[in-house]
């Protein structure tokens, strides 16, 4: 059996030649400047959107120097880290050199020199029991005395 040959079916999006019709504000064809004009126009409206925001940004910056000023602060205070509490039994190393005032290098560098408690491992994290620590502690201070 053979197969009538193939007939395309006209494409839609594509008119024919004699109904083709060009609008002169969007035709670069017609105009070869109207895309120029068009993003000149575009780049004219953003320049004016930035410089109105950062007319709104200067007056809120002025809000925040004066309310600042009202309350007799001149810096932002940056808010103490978390050290853990007597409810959590387990220290990050994070809390650990929070609570010893270190550098989590140092104590990184005090644990290989084998000068902290064993930490416990649950894989590959690191805690120490908030008891150990306190004991450990408790243990150095009656040793500097």
């Not at 839609?12 to 068009?38: E, F, I, L, M, W």
């Amino acid at each position: 059996m053979t197969r009538p040959p193939a007939t395309r079916a006209p494409l839609a999006h594509v008119a024919p030649s004699s109904n083709v019709r060009h609008d002169p504000a969007y035709s670069a064809s017609v105009d070869p400047g109207a895309t120029q004009r068009v993003c000149v126009e575009a780049l004219r409206r953003i320049s004016n959107l930035h410089a109105d925001f950062a007319a709104e940004l200067g007056g809120l910056a002025q809000i925040l120097e004066e309310t600042v000023a009202h309350c007799g602060e001149t810096s932002l205070i940056a808010p103490l880290p978390e050290i853990a509490t007597p409810e959590r039994d387990l220290l990050t190393s994070t809390d650990l050199a929070n609570l010893l005032q270190c550098h989590p290098r140092t104590l990184r560098r005090r644990e290989l020199l084998g000068e902290l408690p064993a930490p416990i491992r649950t894989g590959r994290r690191k805690r120490w029991l908030r008891a150990t620590v306190d004991v450990w502690l408790a243990d150095r201070e009656g040793n500097l005395r």
